[in-house]
């Protein structure tokens, strides 16, 4: 069973930083997208940025410049770098992965259990 574990959330003040990291262990063969969603209460949960397997990224609108998206193959680990956090980035982030377990299995959508980033003075 493949699984996403995510790390380094908590309470920044506004203006400040955090680093999310994601790794996945488990029966892995390949990984085509690793990607950081965020949930807010009462909100659906919203793509904030995605990493492809060529390295290319994406991002959110509203993060675009303050957030940086990594990715360590060698350890099926992806990273989020926040940057100029504001209140509004508070939320329950959660770590996807697009994976095959083996070669010739379709890629499933596998998801961590979220981790909580507050940010408030």
């Known amino acids: 069973q493949v699984q996403l574990v995510e790390s380094g959330g908590g309470l920044v003040e506004p203006g400040g930083s955090l680093r999310l990291s994601c790794t996945a262990s488990?029966?892995?063969?390949?990984?085509?997208?690793m990607d950081w969603y965020r949930q807010a209460p009462g909100m659906q949960r919203d793509l904030v940025a995605g990493?492809?397997?060529?390295?290319?990224?994406v991002y959110v609108d509203s993060v675009k410049g303050r957030f940086t998206i990594s990715r360590d193959k060698a350890k099926n680990a992806v990273y989020l770098q926040m940057n100029s956090l504001k209140p509004e980035d508070t939320a329950v982030y959660y770590c996807?992965?697009?994976?095959?377990?083996?070669?010739?299995?379709?890629?499933?959508?596998?998801w961590g259990q979220g981790i909580q980033v507050t940010v408030s003075s």
């Open positions: 488990g029966p892995i063969f390949s990984i085509q997208v």
């Open positions: 996807g992965a697009n994976v095959a377990a083996y070669d010739g299995d379709r890629h499933h959508i596998y």
């Open positions: 990493i492809l397997n060529d390295g290319r990224t």
